[in-house]
Structure formats: structure tokens, C-alpha cells
């Protein structure tokens, strides 16, 4: 039976390349950065720029599908997820890491209809990585199969990790009493590529055990939470129950058993959820 969601997915792989190029040509500019959230939650014009860019070109092929963009919503659109087929996109994941280039910078497309995730596609766009995964069909990195480790010992592992966006003192306490409890379970280490796209693409490539945060939204995680699944990881809430991607929170690991014992050493926390409007926070 002919695959219903290929040609999307074809589509979201180039316009993906494309956008990469838009941003690895803008890191040779002067840039102006400005600021959301707070003064660390950074956002430029090629943000803006690259997220109109796949939109227009989505909506000229897909006229009916439905989008959730980073900076659309930082423009007061609804970030609401329904079963229509809809485009979730993070036009530039680590910011931060582009303004100071930082050489891990992501655009993430992941894409889903009745609420399930069909397709996700993470383009490292200055290691020219093509991570993509479809449902049911495997996870690929430039074309070759990805496949989580094989560690059952988180003693042995590589956890990764953010500091994320806020620096309330509450949040940023609880942020390290969770890796304090991690790094001296013992683990061989902490990692942050500054992307949490990225970082889940290294779960999925086998390269870290697990990675987890809280304050993630749901363009951060949409493509890479299939990447990671498909390629035989897990993923869960940072309490333990079902992953909730509208919830800021998620760990994604390469088993269950080592998910578990991360969840039992966060000290969690609830951010206001993507899908409440900030009138209502
Ligand atoms: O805002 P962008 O799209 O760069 O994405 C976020 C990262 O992906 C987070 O992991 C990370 O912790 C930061 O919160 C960062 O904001
Ligand atoms: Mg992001
Ligand atoms: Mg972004």
C-alpha cells in the first residue's frame, strides 16, 4: 500500500537542506539578537526568517495542513494541536548556540495527524547531519539505519542534558539538585549540545544513553522524540508516566530501565504547559 505521509516527509527533507543553508549562510552575518522569554531566551531574524520560509513553501504544497512554530507562537498564534496533519517546527534549535556559532544547530520538522507523530526530520545543518525517522519504517542519519545503545548499566552511561531558558532561582535549583543526584549515582559523564533536537538525535545514535529536561517545548522534541523511538529508544515523563509533549518535560533514553533511574533522581518540576494560552497561565 502506497505510504500516505512519503511525499510530506520527502518534502519536509528538503526544505529542511534548504533552511540549513539559509542558516549556515546567516552565520557569516552581522546578527541582531533579541530576546523573548527572558534575556537568555534568544531569538534572530534568520529564527524568523527560516520559519516563514518552511511555512510559505508547506502551505503552497499542503494548503490544508495546520502548523505550530516557535516563533509563530512567540507571536501570540495558538499552539494548538489537533488531528489534523500539522507541521511542528523549530526553526533554528539552539539559538544560542547559532548566535555564538556553536557548531550544533538544528531545524527540526516533526509532523503529526490525529495526534500521533508520522514523520520527524532533524538536519544538523553545520555537521550536515539528516537525521529522519517515519513511523513504523526506522530512524536514519544520512541514510543509515540508528540504533540506541545496547548499555544496561547507567554506571556506564552518558546522560545529556540542558540548563534551558530560565533562570528563575526556583527552576534553576531544582535543574542542579537533578544532575547533582545524576552525576554521582555515578554516571561516566554529563553532556548538553545546547539542542535538545540534537541531543535526542545522540540518544538515537547510540552516542549518549539518555537525555532529559524540563522546559522544552514541543517544536524542540516533536522530530526527535520519533527519531528516538523508532531507532528502539524510550520515552517518558520525567515522573515516569507517559510522555506528554505539550508538558515541557521529557526524558528519552535508550531503555526503560535506565529512563526509570533518571526519573527517580529528578527533582521535578511543572513549567506552564505549551497548550495554555498565556492569558490563562
Ligand atoms: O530556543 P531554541 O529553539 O534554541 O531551543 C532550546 C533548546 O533546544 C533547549 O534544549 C535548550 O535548553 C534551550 O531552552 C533552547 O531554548
Ligand atoms: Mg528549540
Ligand atoms: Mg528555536
Not at 504544497?61 to 494548538?80: L, M, N, Q, Y
Not at 540518544?203 to 526527535?224: K, L, P, T
Not at 515516569?240 to 529528578?266: C, P, T, Y
Amino acid at each position: 500500500m502506497a505510504d500516505l505521509w512519503q511525499n510530506a516527509m520527502d518534502y519536509a527533507v528538503a526544505i529542511a537542506r534548504k533552511a540549513g543553508e539559509v542558516v549556515r549562510d546567516a552565520l557569516r552575518d552581522d546578527m541582531k539578537v533579541m530576546t523573548k522569554s527572558s534575556s537568555v531566551d534568544l531569538v534572530t531574524q534568520t529564527d524568523q526568517k527560516v520559519e516563514q520560509l518552511i511555512i510559505q513553501s508547506v502551505k503552497e504544497k499542503f494548503p490544508t495542513h495546520r502548523f505550530i512554530g516557535e516563533e509563530s507562537v512567540a507571536a501570540g498564534e495558538a499552539c494548538d494541536l489537533t488531528d489534523s496533519p500539522t507541521w511542528i517546527i523549530d526553526p533554528i534549535d539552539g539559538t544560542t548556540n547559532f548566535v555564538h556559532a556553536f557548531p550544533f544547530v538544528a531545524v527540526s520538522i516533526g509532523f503529526s495527524v490525529n495526534k500521533q507523530s508520522e514523520f520527524g526530520v532533524v538536519y544538523s545543518c553545520l555537521e550536515d547531519k539528516m537525521f529522519t525517522a517515519r513511523r513504523g519504517k526506522g530512524a536514519f542519519c544520512n541514510g543509515e539505519p540508528l540504533k540506541v545503545s545496547d548499555q544496561e548499566d547507567i554506571k556506564q552511561s552518558i546522560i545529556a542534558t540542558e540548563f534551558g531558558s530560565s533562570r528563575e532561582p526556583e527552576a534553576v535549583d531544582k535543574i542542579f539538585s537533578s544532575l547533582r543526584n545524576i552525576l554521582c549515582i555515578p554516571v561516566h559523564g554529563v553532556r548538553g549540545a545546547g539542542s535538545a533536537a540534537i541531543n535526542m538525535c545522540l540518544v538515537a545514535s547510540g552516542c549518549v544513553e539518555a537525555y532529559y529536561e524540563i522546559g522544552i517545548h514541543i517544536w524542540d522534541v516533536a522530530a526527535g522524540s520519533l527519531i528516538v523511538s523508532e531507532a528502539g529508544g524510550v520515552l517518558m515523563d520525567v515522573e515516569g508516566g507517559v510522555v506528554d509533549l505539550m508538558s515541557r518535560r521529557i526524558v528519552a533514553a535508550n531503555r526503560r530501565a535506565i529512563a526509570e533511574r533518571i526519573v527517580k533522581e529528578i527533582d521535578s518540576f511543572s513549567p506552564p504547559r505549551d497548550d495554555t494560552p498565556p492569558s490563562k497561565q
